[in-house]
């Protein structure tokens, strides 16, 4: 049988895992061994963040439509009752984002999903409140 040299072959890997750990403290940058448990530890770590971004991300969302929404008399439960019945195509991202940066638009959409009509029409349809008449 020949003899087969893969020096190479592990010298890749093991570059690419110490590449991969470098800002790493301690042995955990320069052994082979350590390193491979702190990749592990690093991509798992980054799995289960990525989903609490999310969550801290809806949280603030959340906590400043309800802050800008009792400025004029509601609650933020009732915007997104009343955004449901009035279905409207608006997240919680883009409902925060006008609250922070424009907050007339913001109380023109809270009025239009306050109005008292017994007909449940889309928010931006028909006569109802259109973008061109929102003068920033």
Same mark, same amino acid.
């Given at each position: 049988?020949?003899?087969?040299? &893969?020096?190479?072959?592990?010298?890749? %890997?093991?570059?690419?895992?110490?590449?991969?750990?470098?800002? =790493?403290?301690?042995?955990?940058?320069?052994l082979? %061994?350590?390193a491979?448990?702190?990749?592990?530890?690093?991509?798992?770590?980054?799995?289960?963040?990525?989903? #609490? &971004?999310k969550?801290?991300?809806?949280?603030?969302?959340?906590? %400043?439509?309800?802050?800008?929404?009792?400025?004029?008399?509601?609650?933020?439960s009732?915007?997104?009752? #009343?955004?449901?019945?009035?279905?409207?195509?608006?997240?919680?991202?883009? @409902?925060?984002?006008l609250?922070?940066?424009?907050?007339?638009?913001?109380?023109?959409i809270?009025?239009?999903? =306050?109005?008292?009509?017994?007909n449940?029409?889309? @928010?931006? =349809?028909?006569?109802?409140?259109m973008?061109?008449?929102?003068?920033?």
């Amino acid at each position: 049988m020949t003899r087969v040299k &893969r020096g190479y072959v592990a010298r890749k %890997r093991r570059k690419s895992i110490l590449k991969f750990t470098a800002g =790493s403290r301690g042995a955990h940058s320069r052994l082979i %061994r350590p390193a491979i448990q702190q990749r592990i530890k690093a991509l798992a770590c980054s799995h289960r963040d990525r989903g #609490k &971004r999310k969550r801290n991300f809806r949280k603030l969302w959340i906590i %400043r439509m309800n802050a800008a929404s009792r400025k004029y008399g509601l609650t933020y439960s009732e915007v997104i009752h #009343k955004l449901y019945q009035k279905k409207a195509l608006l997240n919680r991202k883009m @409902l925060a984002q006008l609250a922070i940066l424009d907050e007339k638009i913001f109380h023109l959409i809270l009025e239009e999903i =306050s109005k008292k009509e017994n007909n449940s029409s889309n @928010l931006f =349809s028909g006569s109802s409140m259109m973008l061109n008449d929102i003068n920033p």
